[in-house]
């Protein structure tokens, strides 16, 4: 059974985000415990499962996603990365519809190599900052959204950029302030530098400190800064380590994320 290590949100290898990615022969997933297994026997943010569904229906393919710990509703670079090896690979062309846990999911390639993501838009509740958040980040909210059940993640607005870079959080404090994790955000100091917002994200609830790019973030990041900054066509900076971009389209109850994946490890997975 092959495994693909691919950059997801990256246009050059060791940068955006790296996902795990196992294409299944099978009509079905195989036993939970074997792919949480592989999942942290990989050690990344997420690795992902997708299998064929018959033709006709709903969906293409059925996918999953699990972290080193646990299984997630939604991963937006684990489903950038599946659906750049299932290109790559000519096991799909056109269009693709995933099922998952989160409903169908789409995903485009384009000519240049782009990949283009069709998920639902994240709604945004305005909620007073839950105590110990300020401390467990380091820094005083400006402004705190509870998103939808989906992702499950608290959006925070911070002073500024630099505020957002210099953040060293208390990641055990951190998890107990969200139910998934906690997104820190603000305006771009320059928007000349080719982005309109900047992000961090710190999931350790589901056993991941820091994410290096989040695409499903971006589906609350998305709405947030497309209200605040008048425009529905954005890019976002994910500003870890590695770094990636995301380009952000605002559709009403969807949101379109944009973004490039690059593979760089294929292997074979020994014990299927």
Known sequence: MRIRIVDAFADRP?????????????????????????????????????????????????????????????????????????????????????????????????????????????????VQPPEGLAAALGTSPVAVHDTAEHIGDLL?????????HALAPDFAALAACSRRGVIATAAAEDASRGYDFVSRGFFPQVGIDEDPVTGSAHTALAPYWSARLGRTELTGLQGSARTGRVHTSLRGDRTLLTGRAVTVIDGELLTA
């Open 156 to 164: 925070v607005e911070v002073a500024d950029e630099r505020t957002v």
């Open 14 to 126: 060791f940068t955006g985000n790296p996902a795990g990615v196992v294409l299944l022969d099978s009509a079905g997933f195989p036993a939970t415990d074997w792919c949480q297994a592989v999942a942290a026997e990989v050690n990344l943010s997420e690795t992902a499962f997708a299998h064929p569904l018959p033709p006709g229906g709903d969906a293409d393919w059925a996918l999953r996603w699990l972290t080193p710990a646990t299984e997630v509703d939604m991963c937006g670079h684990a489903t950038l990365a599946t659906a750049h090896v299932l290109h790559t690979t000519g096991r799909a062309t056109g269009a693709l519809r995933f099922a998952t846990r989160s409903g169908i999911l789409g995903a485009t390639t384009h000519q240049e190599g782009s990949l283009t993501l069709d998920f639902p838009t994240s709604s945004l509740t305005a």
